[in-house]
């Protein structure tokens, strides 16, 4: 089949937002009109606190979104529920009220599109909260209910509350918070198809779509990509699938997935021996053990045969989200950081940032990878340059969104690619090691047709005080950069300092 997927992901730079945690601002009645009791902002989440970040929030910091380069914006849930995370939907049809309601978000949405930036939803159809009319209609009037057949009731008296007895009902992974829908029954299906109808007809850019290997009814994906396609076409579909991402990647349900496979490997890569075992211990995408440079490239070469090259380009890569610790309490150090961020924004698919990780916000596990956005005194200033420069970069050349993705060799931990577009060659070079790393690259400038020798970007600055000085013993003064960029007849020569990475073009 034929496949297609929306271009603009193809070029897009997304930011995702936990709306709790990520800015305030003041609401409007009638929430404003009483006093609302919300933990402090710079104190650690805990598992129920509100923080009190908002939909206003984000719109006075589109400025700041769109300085730094973002061109789409991916949130977790915003619709109605008793959680900070929103996961526990009570009502699909209405924006949270301490989010700022339907108003802020449609206020919102305009804004955003008015900058030419996209907005994609979070869909949560798998499981409800308890506060779900027809779930709540259940606990009301157990088996008189009409709703009965919404759910996955298993025997009387349900206990949605009482955790001493059974539940009595299908919850999602036994949480009886998060009853399951029964999407066997069409009326459940139609009603799910028609949420995913409605906000795309509102204007929004796409779904993420929660926990799908979890929906097992034959052709329930493909009914609401075909669905969803009609209304827009351009609009995004992305699942989350942690690890056999090919099943969800024919073209008939989903544009992308979330790239934890990539960030797995990446993070074992880039951390290395820094990467916490306790931080990754609980998760699907094998950040942990340490991994050389030939394992690294042997990995991004099965990531990248694995599906067809218009999926490549539409899969939402990422290092971190609201289900994982964050890279600077993976690793403890913030070396990593930039290095991953170079391999992320120089991957072929649509790289995504978890808020506050451009800043070097740490975050152990959830609810500690929740945290608040950090006042501008707590960023780490480093962290952001690269993600500036790279974002720049990425947005300016072709050739490190669509352009081919070519390896061109490995030594222990240093690893090297390029990406070629019509002509323009950037090369890509990372010394994961704690030492410093050199490798030849023979016949590599007849592979490219050409030399890049600029150093476009760096993960580590050098100040003149720390660079070597000429040798007075020697004819040739040494370099005085600690990187060596040398290029004999058609062969390169790269040295990196230890734990560096460069790109150029």
């Known amino acids: 089949m034929q496949i297609h997927t929306p271009d603009w992901v193809k070029h897009a730079i997304f930011y995702q937002i936990f709306p709790d945690r990520f800015a305030q601002a003041e609401l409007k009645p009638p929430v404003s009109l009483a006093p609302l009791s919300l933990e402090a902002w710079n104190l650690p989440p805990t598992s129920q606190g509100y923080k009190g970040g908002n939909l206003w929030g984000v719109l ?49 949405l305009e804004a955003v599109h008015g900058r030419g930036m996209k907005l994609v939803l979070d869909g949560v159809f798998n499981h409800t909260g308890r506060g779900f009319f027809g779930f709540h209609d259940i606990v009301e ?65 796409g779904w993420r779509l929660d926990v799908p290997f979890c929906i097992t009814e034959a052709g329930f994906w493909e009914e609401l990509r075909q669905r969803v396609k009609a209304i827009n076409p351009e609009a995004y579909l992305v699942g989350e699938v942690w690890t056999n991402q090919r099943p969800w990647l024919d073209g008939s349900r989903f544009d992308g997935v979330l790239n934890y496979v990539f960030a797995g ?42 599906h067809p090259w218009e999926i490549q380009l539409t899969q939402l890569n990422l290092l971190a989200s609201h289900d994982t610790a964050r890279l600077r309490s993976i690793t403890h150090e913030p070396e990593t950081s930039k290095l991953a961020t170079l391999l992320l924004l120089t991957f072929p698919g649509a790289p995504s940032i ?70 323009d060659v950037l090369i890509v070079a990372v010394n994961a090691a704690a030492e410093f790393g050199k ?17 476009l970007f760096r993960t580590q600055q050098f100040e003149p005080k720390s660079q070597l000085e000429p040798d007075a013993d020697s004819k ?22 230890p734990r560096t990475g460069i790109l150029l073009g």
């Open 354 to 423: 978890y808020y506050g990780d451009e800043v070097g916000l740490p975050g152990e596990l959830d609810p500690d990878s929740r945290r608040s956005f950090p006042a501008e005194a707590d960023w780490d200033l480093e962290i952001l340059r690269c993600h500036q420069e790279l974002i720049g970069l990425r947005r300016a050349r072709m050739s490190l969104r669509v352009g081919e993705y070519r390896f061109l060799g490995e030594n222990y931990k240093t690893y090297v690619f390029a990406r070629i577009y019509e002509g």
């Open 60 to 108: 006075d910091k589109l400025d700041y979104l769109q300085d730094l380069g973002i061109t789409a914006l991916y949130f977790t849930p915003i619709f109605q529920s008793a959680s900070n995370h929103r996961y526990h939907t009570q009502d699909y049809y209405q924006v949270d009220p301490l989010l700022g309601g339907d108003e802020a978000f449609f206020r919102l």
């Open 476 to 497: 040739s003064p040494q370099p005085r950069d600690p990187v060596q960029v040398i290029w004999t007849a058609d062969n390169l020569f790269l040295a990196l300092p």
């Open 265 to 306: 490997a990446t993070i074992a890569f880039a951390g290395g021996d820094h990467v916490d075992p306790q931080q990754v211990a609980d998760r699907d995408y094998e950040a942990y053990p340490a991994i050389d440079a030939l394992s690294y490239g042997e990995k991004m070469q099965l990531l990248l045969h694995a």
């Open 141 to 205: 009037n157990g088996s008189n209910s009409p709703w009965l057949d919404w759910f996955k009731i298993e025997g009387w008296p349900i206990a949605p509350y009482d955790g001493d007895r059974p539940a009595n009902y299908r919850g999602w992974f036994g949480n009886r918070a998060l009853p399951e829908l029964n999407h066997a029954n069409p009326a459940v299906r139609e009603y799910i198809m028609r949420v995913a109808e409605y906000w795309t007809g509102r204007g929004i850019d």
């Open 439 to 455: 490798i030849d690259l023979e016949g590599v400038g007849t592979r490219l047709g050409t030399q890049p020798s600029q150093i």
